[in-house]
């Protein structure tokens, strides 16, 4: 049988929504999954819409687009209300809270997270909260063992900063009950 997770990282240019969806993608590919990541983003690099999404599959993937997503992390409100429609129902919405205070009526589980508010409490820079973020995808998808994770986090992020990156992806994971 066919094993499909269809999976969308949205918000805004500068959040690091791109860098997110490459490193889950490239901890897919080193775990040796079927693998497509593919990201847009505004004309504009900081404050226009960024989406990077990642497809995981144990079969080959024949079409590289998301059409409905498992799960959805929106990094502020207008990313989560322009992608909430792309949402499949019984998905899994991660939110950063720090930003999104209201949710509109959905059939989801809404997952929490005040990713901006413990970046800029814990490491000084709100910089981190794309990596926060990515530490609950990463528990909440299951699809790729942690550790695989923290490697492909260790192959993507400069030396100087991989300590805090890896700190915040595990507060990721604990702000996501892991």
Known sequence: ?????????????????????????????????????????GAEARGSA?????????????????????????????????NLKDLKGGGVLIIDSSKIKKVPPVNVKILKIPATET??????????ANIIMLGALANVAGEVEIEVVEEAIKDSVPKETLKTNIQAFKEGLKLSGF
């Open 1 to 41: 049988m066919v094993k499909r997770i269809e999976i969308r990282i949205s918000g805004l240019g500068g959040q690091g929504v791109l860098l997110a969806g490459q490193i889950y993608g490239k901890a897919a590919a080193f775990d040796r999954k079927h693998v497509v990541q593919t990201q847009s983003y």
């Open 50 to 82: 960024a989406r990077s999404e990642v497809i995981i599959s144990n079969a080959r993937i024949g079409f590289p687009t998301v059409r409905k997503c498992d799960i959805l992390v929106a990094m502020g409100g207008e990313a989560m209300n322009r």
């Open 119 to 128: 970046a800029i409490h814990l490491f000084k820079d709100k910089i981190y």
